[in-house]
C-alpha cells in the first residue's frame, strides 16, 4: 500500500491555459474522489467515481471541469480555460467499497496557481 | 444551514491540557462521521472514526457522537504541540449510497508549550 499519489505537485499557469492533474488511488480501493480546498476552508467536494462510472458531480463544478477514470483505476482531473477563482489544492482521495461507509485518503494535492 | 457546521475560532491550549472541539451536522440520517487533522500546507490525514452513539477512544483521542442532538465532538487529552494542527469535521451526508464525505471549515488548534 503505496497511498494515493497525485501529480503534479504544485501547477503555475497562465490564466485561458488548460490544466490536467492526475490521481492514483490506492490500489485495492474502487473509489476515488475529487475535492478542492482554499485556504481557510475545509475540503469542497468536486466528483466522484466508483471503478470507472462517474456517479456523482457538485453542482457547483463549472463545465470548464471534467474528470475521468479509464479502467477504474487512476484518473485525471481537466480543467479548461483556467480562471485566478480556480487558484486551490486540488485533494484526491480514495476508499474501499463495503456495507459501512469507509473513510477516504487523501493524497498530498496539486496545489493549483493561476497568473 | 451548511451540511457541516464547525463555528469555533483558533483554539490555543496549553502543553498538557485538554483541547475540544465541537461540529454540528444537517443531515439527520447521516451514520458516519470522521475526525480529520490537517497540518499547514498538508492534505487531511485520518484519525478517528465514529458511526454510534457514545464515545470512541483511541490514544489521547476521544470522539464522541449525539445522533439526536447532530454533533460530534472530538477532545484531544494532553494536548502536545505536535497536536498543532487544523482539525475538520467530516460527515457522510447520504448514507447507504455514494458515501460523499462533507467537510466543516475545521478548526485550527495552537499548542503552546
Known amino acids: 500500500d503505496t497511498g494515493v499519489s497525485q501529480d503534479p505537485r504544485h501547477k503555475i499557469t497562465k490564466r485561458g491555459q488548460n490544466v490536467t492533474f492526475r490521481c492514483d488511488p490506492i490500489s485495492e480501493h474502487n473509489r476515488l474522489y475529487w475535492y478542492r480546498q482554499t485556504l481557510g476552508q475545509g475540503p469542497e467536494f468536486l466528483t466522484y467515481f466508483q471503478n470507472e462510472a462517474q456517479l456523482e458531480k457538485s453542482r457547483l463544478l463549472s463545465d470548464r471541469f471534467s474528470a475521468e477514470r479509464p479502467k477504474g483505476s487512476f484518473s485525471t482531473l481537466e480543467i479548461q480555460r483556467t480562471e485566478q477563482g480556480d487558484s486551490a489544492m486540488y485533494l484526491c482521495a480514495s476508499s474501499a467499497a463495503g456495507t459501512e461507509e469507509k473513510p477516504l485518503h487523501f493524497g498530498n494535492g496539486t496545489r493549483l496557481t493561476v497568473t | 444551514q451548511k451540511e457541516v457546521e464547525q463555528n469555533s475560532g483558533p483554539l490555543s491550549v496549553p502543553e498538557g491540557a485538554i483541547a475540544s472541539l465541537n461540529c454540528t451536522y444537517s443531515?439527520?440520517?447521516?451514520?458516519?462521521f470522521f475526525w480529520y487533522r490537517q497540518y499547514s500546507g498538508k492534505s487531511p490525514e485520518l484519525i478517528m472514526s465514529?458511526?454510534?452513539?457514545g464515545d470512541k477512544e483511541d490514544g489521547r483521542f476521544t470522539a464522541q457522537l449525539n445522533k439526536a442532538s447532530q454533533y460530534v465532538s472530538l477532545l484531544i487529552r494532553d494536548s502536545q504541540p505536535s497536536d498543532s494542527a487544523t482539525y475538520l469535521c467530516a460527515v457522510n451526508i447520504r448514507p447507504g449510497g455514494n458515501n460523499r464525505l462533507a467537510f466543516g471549515k475545521g478548526n485550527q488548534v495552537v499548542v503552546i508549550p
Open positions: 443531515d439527520r440520517v447521516s451514520q458516519s
Open positions: 465514529i458511526y454510534s452513539n
